[in-house]
């Protein structure tokens, strides 16, 4: 699993058939995009890395504060092409995200991870062209990549 943290002052999400589908004031704007062997248990892992990240400043300044720390709200945005393959050409390649099926479930299974562990949670809608209006603070911009830890081999 890929997800890309923009640390913001405010972020929406609209839609030409909705309009705002999704808007928060200061907090997190994250871009996810489920690989094909993404399980939920990851999904868990990375909402739970989120949440504890520590990226918006204390009174001394330093980055040592939390989402939850500061009230903040997290917007989450599918987003499959961070999964993009760009070693060879000049037309990125995307093999590497979930097929859609698989990727909306793991959304899913995350935006739900995420509501029940903060309590201002907005989303995107998957596979709809979006457009993402941000005021991004900083700029912080952080990439996650997490996955799960190869099965060990039988010897």
Excluded: W
Excluded at 30 to 58: G, N, Q, W, Y
Excluded at 111 to 131: C, I, N, Y
Aim: proline share 4%; aromatic share 4%.
């Amino acid at each position: 699993m890929i997800a890309l943290l923009q640390r913001v002052g405010e972020a929406s999400v609209t839609t030409a058939s909705n309009g705002v589908v999704g808007a928060i004031g200061k907090g997190l704007l994250v871009f996810v995009c489920a690989e094909p062997d993404d399980t939920d248990a990851l999904a868990e892992r990375m909402v739970d890395k989120i949440l504890r990240l520590r990226v918006f400043a204390d009174a001394a300044g330093k980055m040592n504060l939390d989402l939850g720390a500061i009230g903040g709200g997290l917007l989450v945005v599918s987003q499959f092409t961070l999964a993009a393959d760009t070693s060879s050409g000049n037309r990125p390649g995307f093999s590497r995200a979930a097929g859609a099926a698989h990727g909306r479930r793991i959304y899913e299974h995350l935006l739900t991870a995420a509501t029940a562990r903060h309590p201002v949670v907005a989303s995107g809608e998957f596979g709809a062209d979006m457009q993402v209006h941000l005021v991004n603070d900083g700029p912080v911009t952080i990439p996650i990549v997490m996955r799960d830890a190869a099965p060990a081999q039988a010897s």
